[in-house]
């Protein structure tokens, strides 16, 4: 009797640390220390229950949801599929929504277009979305397109949005505009150019390339609003496509390298990262014929990058 008299208190007493330690994982969160909150988390989860014995023992849920959401926000995409395998089927439906809405971000960030497809469609029909989560999902839809390079089905998917979502606000006009442009669908991106805002550079972008505007006066517009705004990079983007345009490599590479170093940019933005080589290769080519230097004589072209004094060129 004493032994389980023991043993409720030490359970308890469990329940109640445990209890403060997620409380504390939630104010490290809010603090803005993700990483701090999520090696708390790791420390002090329960084990996961056994489903049929426990279904929700010591709010191991209320763990789980706080650890997915620290994951996302520290980009440790495989460790959220790795967990979604664990979930019981039996799980609280609330706890499905969200995990399944975890594991499409992560898909989507790992390139993976069909199989996010495929978990957003049991994400829409097998739950009652509200409609700022059936909004979100469908637009994830159409990031999947995108990310397959088919700018087509992406349409497609775009004009049903908006006949289901209207009025379309202007950011996600933009973002159509933007995908559309990346996959050089300019008539169809024409679709929202009436709907952007007169500020938002998608619509200088869209106009650049869909001729209304010329690439020298879109460069020119741009680097001025970078005056404003230096870690612009979608004003970056536009120098840097004008330049393309212009066949202005040297411009190209300065627009570039100031995009991809830019606050507000994607990290490793794999299309910009290969244009950036690829100019880099024509000017060294240039460079490198202006001084008669021979393809494969390593020691004179470092010799040639130390010696001068055009920075770019060096590079």
Same mark, same amino acid.
Request: net charge negative; charged share 20%; glycine share 4%.
């Given at each position: 009797?004493?032994?389980?008299?023991?043993?409720?208190?030490?359970?308890?007493?469990?329940? @109640?640390?445990?209890?403060?330690?997620?409380?504390?994982?939630?104010?490290?969160?809010?603090?803005?220390?993700?990483?701090?909150?999520?090696?708390? @988390?790791?420390?002090?989860?329960?084990?996961?229950?056994?489903?049929?014995?426990?279904?929700?023992?010591?709010?191991?849920?209320?763990?789980?949801?706080?650890?997915? !959401?620290?994951?996302?926000?520290?980009?440790? !995409?495989?460790?959220?599929?790795?967990?979604?395998?664990?979930?019981?089927?039996?799980?609280?439906?609330?706890?499905?929504?969200?995990?399944?809405?975890?594991?499409?971000?992560?898909?989507?960030? %790992?390139?993976?277009? @069909?199989?996010?497809?495929?978990?957003?469609?049991?994400?829409?029909?097998?739950?009652?979305?509200?409609?700022?989560?059936?909004?979100?999902?469908?637009?994830?839809?159409? *990031?999947?397109?995108?990310?397959?390079?088919?700018?087509?089905?992406?349409?497609?998917?775009?004009?049903?949005?908006?006949?289901?979502?209207?009025?379309?606000?202007?950011?996600?006009?933009?973002?159509?505009?933007?995908?559309?442009?990346?996959?050089?669908?300019?008539?169809?991106?024409? !679709?929202?150019?009436?709907?952007?805002?007169?500020?938002?550079?998608? +619509? %200088?972008?869209?106009?650049?390339?869909? #001729?209304? @505007?010329?690439?020298?006066?879109?460069?020119?517009?741009?680097?001025?609003?970078?005056?404003?705004?230096?870690? #612009?990079?979608?004003?970056?983007?536009?120098?840097?496509?004008?330049?393309?345009?212009?066949?202005?490599?040297? *411009?190209?590479?300065?627009?570039?390298?100031?995009?991809?170093?830019?606050?507000?940019?994607?990290?490793?933005?794999?299309?910009?990262?290969?244009?950036?080589?690829?100019?880099?290769?024509?000017?060294?080519?240039?460079? #490198?014929?202006?001084?008669?230097?021979?393809?494969?004589?390593?020691?004179?072209?470092?010799? +040639?990058?130390?010696? !001068?004094?055009?920075?770019?060129?060096?590079?």
């Amino acid at each position: 009797m004493r032994a389980l008299a023991f043993l409720c208190f030490l359970f308890g007493s469990f329940s @109640v640390f445990a209890a403060d330690s997620l409380q504390t994982a939630l104010q490290l969160h809010q603090a803005g220390s993700p990483r701090l909150a999520l090696a708390r @988390v790791v420390r002090d989860q329960p084990p996961q229950p056994d489903p049929a014995a426990q279904p929700d023992a010591a709010g191991w849920y209320d763990w789980e949801s706080l650890r997915l !959401t620290l994951l996302s926000e520290t980009q440790q !995409t495989t460790e959220i599929l790795a967990r979604a395998k664990r979930y019981p089927n039996n799980a609280p439906r609330d706890f499905q929504q969200k995990a399944l809405g975890h594991q499409v971000w992560a898909l989507l960030e %790992l390139k993976q277009s @069909v199989a996010a497809r495929l978990a957003l469609a049991r994400l829409l029909w097998q739950f009652e979305l509200n409609p700022a989560d059936h909004a979100w999902a469908r637009r994830l839809v159409i *990031r999947s397109y995108l990310l397959e390079h088919k700018p087509a089905e992406a349409y497609r998917a775009m004009l049903r949005y908006q006949q289901d979502f209207q009025p379309l606000p202007q950011e996600v006009s933009a973002e159509f505009v933007q995908g559309l442009l990346a996959e050089a669908a300019v008539t169809e991106a024409t !679709t929202w150019l009436a709907e952007l805002d007169a500020a938002d550079p998608a +619509l %200088l972008a869209l106009r650049m390339q869909a #001729g209304l @505007v010329g690439p020298e006066a879109a460069s020119d517009l741009a680097r001025a609003a970078l005056q404003k705004q230096p870690n #612009g990079a979608s004003y970056s983007a536009i120098v840097a496509q004008a330049a393309e345009m212009l066949k202005d490599d040297r *411009r190209q590479i300065e627009a570039l390298e100031q995009g991809l170093n830019s606050a507000d940019i994607a990290a490793g933005d794999a299309g910009q990262i290969q244009k950036l080589w690829q100019a880099y290769q024509r000017e060294a080519e240039r460079l #490198g014929n202006l001084a008669q230097a021979l393809r494969g004589d390593d020691m004179a072209w470092l010799a +040639l990058a130390a010696s !001068t004094e055009d920075r770019l060129g060096a590079r």
